[in-house]
């Protein structure tokens, strides 16, 4: 079998395994945040920064929730890279935000943050203002989903199919499922172009 097919195989694997509840569960709480005014604050490095900034453009353009991502404001988050430090720029940055309860922070990450592992602490710690908040907290994760599946109101671990590729694995299907996400029925605000001209 080559490379291409072996990978493609993975994928329909993964896409045969993944938990609908949750991703369901998680539809119900970002209708719930719009219904209540509140805001979407989406969290990633790596990878999930390019999501997390694909991310906010949707759900503000199809389905009518303000959103952010700190990793758009490249200019404040290197101001607080450079003076507070990495492990604490997600949480001040959410700080400055006013992060409430009627608000939700969705998390794109691979390992979903560790402090025993000092990995993706940025995140851990805008986690932990978020409950001390009230905020609602959801996660596509990979591997164990870390600090963000234990602590998450609603959260999509993508299943490990191959210790290889696990990164892409994960990261591809974090788009998948927000693109689900943000044309679920009960989020869905806006028509989108293409559809729309097509009819």
């Given at each position: 079998m080559?490379?291409?097919?072996q990978y ?5 694997s ?8 949750a ?5 119900d709480?970002?209708?719930?945040v719009r219904?209540?005014g509140g805001?979407?604050f989406f969290?990633?490095?790596g990878?999930g920064?390019?999501?997390?900034s694909?991310a906010?453009n949707?759900?503000r ?6 959103s ?14 450079n003076?507070?430090?990495w492990d604490?720029s ?10 409430n309860s009627?608000?939700c922070?969705?998390?794109?990450s691979?390992g979903?943050?560790s402090?025993?592992?000092n ?8 986690l932990?203002l978020?409950?001390?908040?009230g905020?609602?907290?959801l ?11 234990k602590?998450?109101?609603a ?23 927000w693109?689900?996400?943000v044309?679920?029925p009960k989020v869905?605000?806006?028509?989108m172009?293409?559809e729309?001209?097509?009819k």
């Open positions: 080559n490379y291409s097919k493609i195989g993975e994928l329909i993964i896409a045969q395994s993944l938990d609908t509840d991703i369901e569960k998680m539809a709480i970002i209708a719930s219904e209540r805001r979407l969290l990633g490095v990878g920064a390019g999501h997390a694909h906010v949707d759900f353009k199809i389905a009518g929730i303000e952010y991502s700190p990793t758009d404001n490249v200019s404040e988050l290197t101001a607080r890279i003076d507070d430090g604490t997600y949480s001040n940055w959410l700080k400055g935000s006013k992060l009627k608000d922070i969705f998390v794109f691979v979903g943050g402090l025993e592992k990995i993706s602490v940025n995140l851990v710690n805008g932990k978020a409950k001390e908040c905020a609602s907290v996660g596509i994760v990979g591997k164990d989903g870390g600090y963000t599946a602590i998450a109101d959260c999509l671990i993508v299943p490990v199919v191959n210790a290889n590729t696990i990164t892409p694995h994960t990261e591809s299907f974090q788009a998948n499922i693109h689900l996400l044309t679920h869905k605000y806006n028509e172009k293409w729309s001209a097509s």
